[in-house]
């Protein structure tokens, strides 16, 4: 059974930074876009950055110039480092990996808390 397992959340300060780890224990065959995602309470899970195979990143607004995605294609591994972090950034972040089958996997979800 494939599982994608997140860690790095945690508490941080107003502009701290965290950085956001997720593996795949398993094997994951033709993965096409990792990427993060978050749930803050009361509203709907949002896409925070996607990386293709090919290295194309994509970020909401949000988090332009302040985060950025990374991974390994071999490692199947996927990165969020987090920089000037906000309290509106506290959320339950969310690792994802899709593949050229149409699989969706997701992680179970890592608390980011920032305080002001």
């Known amino acids: 059974q494939v599982q994608l397992v997140e860690s790095g959340g945690g508490l941080v300060q107003a502009g701290g930074s965290l950085r956001l780890s997720c593996v795949v224990r398993g094997s994951i065959s033709g993965i096409r876009v990792r990427g993060w995602y978050r749930q803050a309470p009361g509203k709907q899970r949002e896409l925070v950055a996607i990386i293709t195979s090919g290295g194309t990143t994509t970020y909401a607004d949000s988090v332009k110039d302040r985060f950025a995605i990374s991974g390994d294609n071999v490692e199947n591994t996927v990165y969020l480092q987090m920089n000037s972090l906000k309290p509106e950034d506290t959320a339950v972040y969310y690792c994802?990996?899709?593949?050229?089958?149409?699989?969706?996997?997701w992680g179970q979800g890592t608390q980011v808390t920032v305080s002001s």
């Open positions: 994802n990996m899709q593949n050229w089958f149409r699989a969706d996997y």
